[in-house]
């Protein structure tokens, strides 16, 4: 089977969506691909909110200033100017969101409502009470309507990514997997936009969605596109555990005020507060995480003394979860917190326009790394969400490549080879038994504090699963994709402890025990890349590491 269209964006959450309708709205037909519907892409659990400048309600902030948080935020490996073009779209895309449907919190004199968000320098994250990503969500799903009536999208559901139809350095579309056919389909476009998300599934139990599971970098890595800044994971401070995952306690709580504690000698001893004075409850996320790590300490959040009336107009979903899942009246109660795994700074190395070093291969959202440097301001990563994909979409109407693709059947062909001959393998390793080992191995071994030995045994690990992976049954009992996936998943985790065992400094979201400096000549991204079997490290405008 085949299919052919201007635009193919892989990945319908927010960025995916954004990116469908500016293209659509240029008037180009777009094919808009997941597996599951946006309503439930992990951007419906964004929840404290979006950062802006916006002319005009700035209450003495400044694009410049958003900027320098930014950049130091992250360590000041992201590029000024990357950071600039993201913080000077600010503005428009509050005003887009508005005028789609996106409602945003008013105060009581009716002017936008803004709070305050770690390692910023004033109150500028926009908000739809807890739950701004499932308002963005919606207002983009009825835009998306509006053109999929309109005859420029057409919507793939129950589809997923299997590989790049690249050659020669250019891309010229993908091979779908329909789960409905369950057959591959490749699909001729003009230009691909990967929407893809985090890396979640690597880890297991994280914040975030499983859909999430970094396939497709790993599977373009292997097809030859560089990526960025992997070892770069940002562990959320306050997270509650539960039987599913660990759910977000929002970064709104510690900005309406929230303290973080521990208790010693049948004392509350307020340690981020008495390290880092009144704002410490409001530190960078990178720093929280392992200054509760360091303490080896149960850690508690408690917001009750802001009373009951603040507590449910400010953060009604963290009351709400707080109740549901574990039973705690968090206007009474303190609740229970640790780090856990929550946003993945590296992804696809993009420039500027956002295109990989493939040419018509672009990035955005979150599986996109230009931004966030070593660690993402919370706030920053749905504005980027919306930018990138604007910019992608902006360059893409702009360019008059000749769309004359090579023929990609006899490839199909093989592929789908390959997959049904893999249905019928007899072993005793299945899928999911792999995936479990891979998460154990990661949370171990590349946790919140890393060194050389915990990297080397992760790579041991990661290497053996690889070799066992070829061996391994494909069980017919869940969505194919959940077994051709798992080499893709397997290659990208080794990329990420590869990284991170390169970087020999402490940065951002990267703290090595044995390098616990942060050392000068590491003050740039790392690139990695693919090359038969070798993973390549080095350090963008620098060289090898
Ligand atoms: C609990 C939580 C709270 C958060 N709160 C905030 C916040 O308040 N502010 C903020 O700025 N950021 C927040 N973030 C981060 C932010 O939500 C994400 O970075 C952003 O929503 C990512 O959007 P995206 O479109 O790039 O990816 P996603 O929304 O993750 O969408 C990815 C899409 O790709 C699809 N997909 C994945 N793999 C494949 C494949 N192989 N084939 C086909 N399709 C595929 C998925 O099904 C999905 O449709 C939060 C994150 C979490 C987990």
Redesign the pocket.
Known sequence: MEDRTNVLV?????????CAVRCASFGLDVTL????I?E????????????AVVEGNDEGDTVASHIEDTLKGGGYLAKEEEVRALCERGGEIIEYLKSIGTVFSVNEDGRPAKRA?GGQSHKR?Y?CGTS??KQI?SALVMEVRRYEAAGRIKRRLM????SGLIVDGVCHGAL?FDETTRGLTAVYADAVVM????Q?ALFGK????T??????EGQLFRQGVVLKNLEFIQY?PTTLETAQKR??I???ARGEGGRLFYVENGHRVYFMEEKYGEKGNLMTRDLISREMYLTKKDVWLDVSFLGEELIRKRIPEVMELCLKYRGIDITKEPIPVAPSV??FMGGFAVGLHHETNIRNLFA?????SIYHGAN?L????????VC??FTAAEEIAGRRDNAVHPDFSKYRDEQSDILEKKGKTESRFPVNYIRDLLAETMQNDLGIVRDEKSLGNGIKDVDYYLETADLIKYDNSVMP?FNY?LVGILTLARAVLTSALSRRESRGAHFRSDHPETDRDFAHATLISYDNGAYRTRLEDKGEV
């Open positions: 892989i990945g319908s959450g927010i960025s995916g969506m954004s691909v997941s597996p599951f946006s439930r892409s992990q951007s419906v659990m964004a929840a404290g909110g979006i950062n968000f994250t908000y701004t990503g969500v589809s997923c990514f299997h779908l929407a893809t998300g985090g979640n994280t914040t975030g969605s859909q999430c599971d970094g396939y497709a959320h759910m977000l929002s970064e709104a929550h946003f955005v959202g979150e599986c996109a993402r919370g706030g920053n990563s749905l504005l980027a969400a990138s994909a994709y996936s």
